[in-house]
């Protein structure tokens, strides 16, 4: 795909609500011709009410939790569509009930840790694997997950929020080295994670009392400014984690 140039054949995980919802809408104003959009229960999702299956929009099941789910999914996308050209994972946790960003050290749980492990970070790259016939095959095509600020190490002066960090920052990693193995295969292809910045869903709700004034973005402002940055982004820039507004963050 060349830069400015609207993808056509859509994938975006997670687009049952938040931001993957907002990224469906605005790929198909944007002139997507197909979308194939994932929810872990595509019946029970807001987004499978606001954009029910067409012509042009194909939903399937997909959990992150569950591998075996994640590879029939892809099976599936590719027996209707090998030649994606913009592929996005969205899915992410950092709160859920009982579950809960730890402060300390002390209140580190293996279960919750292995839980954001496989959504945040296993899920994404485990998706791309599905996926790598589309990838590998030489056509320009963009892959982005959603990652966070807070997985940048260096970037880490707060402390806190042990395992979220750690995810995200192994997401990274995974994406970074899926470039390095895909550029010697398909030298058209370009990999990315993003940061979206701070969004009105429901991971962000517990922590919105303390932003200042204009930081809140809507879930569409944010699925603009995002679909910018991967319109902007080249095979140069695989590889890269992005802010929202397109400035790189480092490691």
Request: one cysteine or more; hydrophobic letters at 40%.
């Amino acid at each position: 795909m060349n830069k400015g140039e609207t993808a056509m054949n859509i994938v975006i995980q997670g687009a049952g609500r938040g931001i993957g919802l907002a990224l469906a809408h605005h790929a198909l104003a944007s002139g997507a011709t197909h979308l194939f959009l994932t929810a872990q229960n595509p019946e029970q999702s807001a987004g499978y009410q606001e954009l029910p299956p067409s012509a042009t929009i194909s939903w399937v099941a997909m959990d992150f939790l569950n591998p075996d789910s994640i590879a029939i999914a892809g099976d599936t996308i590719l027996a209707s569509q090998p030649n994606p050209d913009r592929i996005i994972t969205t899915a992410g946790v950092l709160h859920d009930g009982d579950l809960q960003p730890e402060k300390r050290v002390g209140a580190l749980s293996a279960d919750a840790m292995l839980r954001l492990y496989q959504i945040n970070a296993m899920g994404p790259v485990l998706f791309f694997k599905s996926l790598w016939p589309a990838l590998r095959r030489a056509h320009p095509v963009v892959a982005a997950s959603i990652s966070a600020r807070v997985g940048s190490i260096s970037d880490n002066r707060l402390g806190g929020w042990y395992s979220y960090r750690a995810s995200k920052a192994a997401l990274n990693q995974y994406l970074r080295t899926l470039s390095i193995e895909l550029a010697r295969y398909n030298p058209e292809a370009t990999v990315v994670t993003l940061h979206p910045g701070t969004v009105a869903t429901n991971l962000s709700a517990p922590f919105r009392t303390q932003l200042a004034k204009g930081q809140l973005q809507s879930p569409e402002e944010c699925a603009a400014r995002l679909w910018s940055v991967l319109d902007q982004v080249s095979p140069y820039d695989s590889g890269g984690f992005f802010a929202y507004d397109g400035q790189p963050i480092p490691y």
